[in-house]
């Protein structure tokens, strides 16, 4: 009885879709987070009689036929880069990014990272750089001595030092964007990295074309809508106890089977 293993790809795909959808209600207060969505397909057919095959020598063919599915599988994990809502912080160094757009990030290692979490501080030698001390790109140092920051639209970081009235460039903030946001592979700590399926990332001023721009003393918030969640948590959790329902039902029906004299 083929309904017992379907039921049971059923019953996995049900158990994936809770655990991204608890992913994205963990996260609701995660800065710059994007939700995630499960998307799944339907298995290979078995078929009992092929559509379109001849069903007489007078040349008649069969118009419907008979498939039975396999299943469901899982066919990926859709990662939704919409926009976030903006969290006014009143900190200088939080920045928000209004459109497309990516911070760029240098790790210990070396390597590239990418993040939308604005939420960055000073290292012990003034530069800019994320809660975990990770270097924000282009390198930009605040001069010790310096009374205020302002960080405009199109990334210019302007500094007013002690006993002057003029402020002072001292660095312009890039953003990166790429072809595919969602094909973008996360890392953990707010950060992603770039893949073969993003495509090569592309460095610009905030507020050029396709880039967007910055908003100062506010971070993105996360685009997890609870009320959506949770109604996507109770569809997932009805899904599994039919699909669980079918197995009990399928395993009554065999034993009336291997009861019978």
């Known amino acids: 009885m083929q309904s017992l293993s379907i039921a049971s790809t059923g019953m996995l795909a ?3 879709n809770v655990e991204v959808i608890s992913n994205n209600i963990a996260n609701m207060s995660t800065s710059g987070f994007k939700r995630q969505r499960a ?5 290979i057919y078995q078929d009992l009689r092929r559509v379109g095959s001849s069903s007489s020598d007078a040349g008649t063919v069969v118009p419907t036929g008979i498939q039975i599915g396999m299943g469901v599988q899982t066919g990926s994990v859709y990662r939704v880069m919409s926009q976030g809502n903006f969290n006014n912080t009143e900190n200088p160094l939080d920045l928000a ?19 939308r979490a604005g939420n960055f501080n000073r290292s012990p030698d003034g530069q800019l750089v994320t809660s975990d001390g990770y270097v924000l790109q282009p390198g930009i140092t605040i001069p010790e001595g310096a009374t205020s920051i302002s960080i405009n639209a199109t990334g210019d970081v302007e500094v007013t030092l002690d006993g002057q009235t003029t402020p002072t460039t001292v660095g312009t ?6 072809q595919n ?16 399926a ?19 003393g506010y971070l ?21 106890e039919m699909n669980s329902k079918v197995i009990t039902t399928s395993d009554e029906m065999m034993s009336v089977t291997s009861n019978l004299r």
């Open 173 to 178: 903030i890039n953003l990166t964007i790429f």
């Open 39 to 43: 998307e799944f397909q339907d298995l």
């Open 14 to 16: 049900q158990q994936l």
């Open 220 to 240: 993105e918030t996360s685009n997890v809508d609870s009320v959506a969640e949770i109604t996507s948590l109770i569809t997932a959790q009805r899904a599994y």
């Open 97 to 115: 990014i209004q459109g497309n757009g990516f911070f760029h990030i240098q790790m210990p290692n070396g390597d590239d990272a990418y993040t």
């Open 198 to 216: 993003s495509g090569s990332g592309s460095t610009g001023n905030p507020g050029g074309t396709g880039y967007g721009s910055l908003l100062q």
């Open 181 to 196: 946001d969602a094909g973008l592979t996360p890392i953990g700590d707010n950060l992603y990295m770039e893949t073969v």
